[in-house]
């Protein structure tokens, strides 16, 4: 059911939600889950949203990132108290940015504006770009981008101004964007700063064995169009991974001085990393509250096993940015195949997720309303919907008001690391920007959302399979009978 079809119409995407009550009262046959992964949220240190955000300052990434695409890259964004910004972005050739393909820099100014009616929690902002050049770091990466540019005929023109391949110099800069020459090549390569326009600012005390806690201060800047196409039109309604301040940052962080130190020029090298199998038995929690495009804002716990390759997860939405006031929790299952490699994807592993099962528990009046004013058997069967009480949506196929198909089949990106501290972090595919479902190969992600922790080990011996399961991701769409006036954190 296509957002458009109610002018407050929110898509939401059930690979996002958990909420800790139900979780904790699942009956038989369900999740017992470990008491240390029923309040994810609770054992968090607390977080402080600025409003207005105060951008001045340096930030930088804190390892490598991957955007749609797939594109590989670490970013250094400088901002002055005279609204002007330098950013630098950095494009590797490889999943662990040790391979540098070529350089952005860009200059221009932003300007804050008002609270985003839209995003809540998010400040609107305008920007204009002043110039944009670019540094190769390799001739390869010069023959990419000119093959870009010669897909269109604006991009051909543009080409013309890049030397050929046998005259690449290493560290020249090529202008590709100059406000004064009123010159700008840069929307034939799809680029743009897109990410300016929406902005938020949090804060919160990282604890520290044996010393006082250390401030972390992030910015989270607005969501990239999984859809190359259509990126240069695009208005964010969520974020990116979050940058952090490069003088209060969170630690250990080995990537953080060496993305501070980088200029266009010098592009950060970033250290290995042991590349760990996908083993997921055990428990997957949101560490904080999640934010999607289309104003989603929720929190995810899951649980794989490993030895029948079944999944199962709940899904907490909520309306707020701090994840306080629940709208609904839906809990899924299902199975899974076995994972092979991504080819597309360096690092990440593909796999076919099926759902099979869900419930849902309408957590607001709004929610409920909803529910109950469904055509019947359209979403749960006969019986009126009440507040805070599950109901199973199996048998009606879903549940048609929520967007709920069953059963469903999604085609899913994953990836598994472990942090400095050495908690191991499960990457699950970035979502369709439109809405949509990956519910077929050709829509399969390339990028990754927020990180889930593990929580708890399997309960059984672990799976010995090298690759093994995601929760499976429901696309949304929740009608909404009226928009809540903007609050402020």
Request: glycine letters at 8%; aromatic letters at 8%.
């Amino acid at each position: 059911m296509p957002a458009a079809m109610l002018p407050y119409a929110c898509v939401l995407v059930l690979l996002g939600a958990h909420t800790a009550e139900a979780a904790g009262t699942a009956g038989g046959g369900r999740l017992r889950w470990d008491p240390h992964c029923q309040q994810p949220l609770a054992n968090r240190a607390p977080v402080t949203a600025l409003l207005p955000p105060r951008l001045e300052g340096p930030w930088i990434s804190t390892g490598c990132e991957v955007r749609p695409g797939p594109e590989f890259l670490t970013r250094s964004y400088a901002f002055f108290p005279s609204r002007l910004f330098r950013a630098h972005q950095f494009y590797y050739r490889d999943p662990l940015c040790q391979e540098p393909a070529h350089s952005l820099v860009i200059k221009g100014k932003v300007r804050l504006r008002r609270a985003s009616w839209v995003t809540r929690g998010a400040t609107e902002a305008d920007y204009h770009l002043h110039k944009v050049g670019i540094v190769f770091h390799s001739r390869h990466a010069l023959l990419d981008i000119a093959r870009r540019l010669n897909q269109t005929q604006a991009g051909r023109d543009c080409a013309r101004q890049l030397p050929p391949a046998r005259a690449w110099v290493s560290g020249a800069l090529y202008e590709l964007l100059s406000a004064r020459a009123e010159r700008d090549c840069t929307a034939a390569l799809g680029f743009t700063m897109h990410e300016l326009s929406l902005v938020r600012m949090q804060r919160h005390l990282q604890p520290q064995p044996r010393a006082r806690p250390r401030l972390v201060e992030e910015l989270y800047l607005g969501d990239i169009h999984t859809d190359q196409a259509e990126r240069r039109h695009y208005r964010p309604t969520g974020y990116q991974r979050p940058l952090q301040s490069a003088l209060h940052h969170a630690h250990p962080c080995p990537a953080c001085s060496l993305i501070a130190r980088s200029d266009e020029h010098h592009p950060p090298i970033l250290p290995a990393q042991v590349a760990l199998p996908l083993h997921l038995g055990g428990q997957w929690v949101s560490p904080g509250c999640e934010v999607r495009p289309a104003v989603l804002f929720l929190t995810r716990l899951f649980t794989f096993h490993g030895h029948n390759r079944s999944w199962e997860g709940y899904y907490h939405h909520f309306s707020d940015p701090a994840c306080r006031q629940p709208t609904f929790t839906v809990y899924a299952a299902g199975r899974y195949t076995r994972g092979t490699p991504s080819t597309k994807v360096l690092g990440g592993t593909e796999l076919v997720f099926q759902v099979t099962e869900a419930r849902v528990t309408p957590m607001d009046q709004v929610t409920t309303a909803m529910l109950n004013f469904s055509e019947p058997s359209s979403c749960g069967g006969p019986g009126a919907w009440s507040l805070g009480t599950e109901r199973d949506v199996t048998a009606t196929n879903g549940c048609l008001p929520l967007g709920i198909r069953l059963p469903h089949v999604e085609y899913e990106l994953f990836k598994m690391e472990r942090d400095p501290l050495g908690q191991s972090l499960l990457f699950i595919g970035q979502r369709p920007t439109d809405g949509s479902s990956p519910d077929t190969p050709e829509k399969r992600p390339t990028s990754y959302q927020a990180p889930l922790v593990l929580c708890a080990r399997a309960a059984r011996g672990p799976s010995s399979e090298g690759c093994c399961p995601r929760v499976a991701l429901l696309p949304f769409v929740l009608l909404v009978l009226g928009l809540a006036v903007l609050q402020r954190l």
